[in-house]
Every structure is written in C-alpha cells, then in structure tokens.
C-alpha cells in the first residue's frame, strides 16, 4: 500500500500578475499573492493548514520570492520549508527543489499550489486513498472536474526521475500529457480543483471582504 505521500506546497513564484493588479488598489499595493488575506489568514498559511489537515504524512513549503515573508506566514504550523535560490528561472526548479528534498523512502508527492486556497484536504485525501490503489505502472493521480484536468497533482514516485528534466515555467503538466496511459484520473465535482488566485480580481471574486465587500 502506497501511504508515504508529502504534501509540497510552492510557493516560490514572483506573482507578477497579481502584484500589478494590487497596485492599482490603494491601500493594497504592497500586497503579496502567497500572504494576501484568505479567511483571517495569510493565504499561504490557508494553504499550508489544509495540508496539514489531510493524511500527508508531512508538508513541506518551497519559498522562493519574499521568502522571509512566506516564512513568517506559516509561523505556528507543523511544516518544514526549503529555498529554491533559482525560483526566478520558473516552476520547474521548484517543483524539482521539492522532489529533492522529500524523504528517500517517499511513494510520491501532492503537489499543492499555494494561489489555490478553495481545494478542501477532503480532495487530497481522495487522491492519496487512489494512490494506495493505484497500477504499479502509474506516474500520476489526477483530478478531474467536466473532464479537466484540476490540481493538487499526486506524483508517484516512478515520474520523479522524468520530472528532473524539465526546464523554465514548465511544470509537471506537459510530462504528464505525453505519459497520459500511465495516469490516473479521479473525477471530483468541485471546481475548485480549477480556481487559482492570479490577480487581485480573482482574490476578490472568491473572496469579497478583501475589499471590504460584505
């Protein structure tokens, strides 16, 4: 039975579409996407809480830009987290910094996205039970909503070595899309599995009171 899966959560990214967004909403400017507030709480940590939550045995944050920032976000929860120094070169160094730093005897890795704070640990439990279950020629569980493909992405451990690879803002999607025989798709009626925050416009439509909306 496969049940030694951690939870990654990157966070490295610079979020340059959201920044852009925030500052044309005075008085929040200097807003950050991965600690803009979500339910009383930095986003990140939202995030991070919800991992916690689920049956990862573990849950590791990649920080990258405003690492410093990120960090002080997550104080007080239960998680480890790692520098990637190359986040500017895009998703793939932190997704491969990730991978890296997971216990030697991991079976994968639930890949979170720290701007998709709507994912319940329901939804990462569904897809860490599937792996238990999974063919042993699997590379991924993935969730699907209307026939699309959602995140968290449940990476097992036989992808990892393809992953190394990539290159740039790739992530682990297009490797994935050429192996689709070996994944293993769960359908989840939840869009959240869809929903990420990448503009100011979009924190506010999940969740109005960042503007002071009731």
Not at 18 to 32: C, E, I, V
Not at 38 to 48: S, Y
């Amino acid at each position: 039975m496969t049940n030694k899966i951690s939870a990654l959560i990157l966070a490295a990214g610079m979020g340059t579409r959201f920044t852009a967004s925030a500052k044309l909403a005075a008085p929040l400017g200097n807003l950050d996407k991965m600690t803009a507030p979500w339910q009383g709480q930095p986003m990140i940590h939202h995030v991070a809480s919800q991992a916690l939550a689920s049956k990862a045995r573990e849950v590791i944050v990649v920080t990258g830009h405003h690492p410093a920032q990120v960090k002080a976000a997550l104080a007080g929860l239960a998680i480890s987290t790692i520098h990637n120094s190359q986040y500017a070169k895009g998703m793939a160094s932190s997704l491969q910094a990730g991978l890296l730093a997971l216990p030697a005897d991991s079976d994968g890795a639930l890949i979170l996205l720290g701007d998709m704070p709507l994912i319940s640990s329901a939804v990462f439990d569904l897809l860490i039970l599937q792996a238990a279950n999974a063919p042993q020629a699997s590379l991924a569980i993935i969730p699907t909503c209307k026939g699309e493909w959602g995140h968290p992405v449940l990476l097992l451990k036989r992808a990892f070595a393809g992953l190394m690879a990539l290159q740039g803002d790739q992530g682990a999607r297009k490797y994935l899309q050429q192996h689709r025989a070996d994944i293993v798709e769960v359908e989840v009626e939840d869009t959240a599995i869809l929903a990420d925050i990448d503009t100011l416009a979009d924190l506010e439509a999940q969740h109005p009171q960042i503007m002071g909306n009731p």
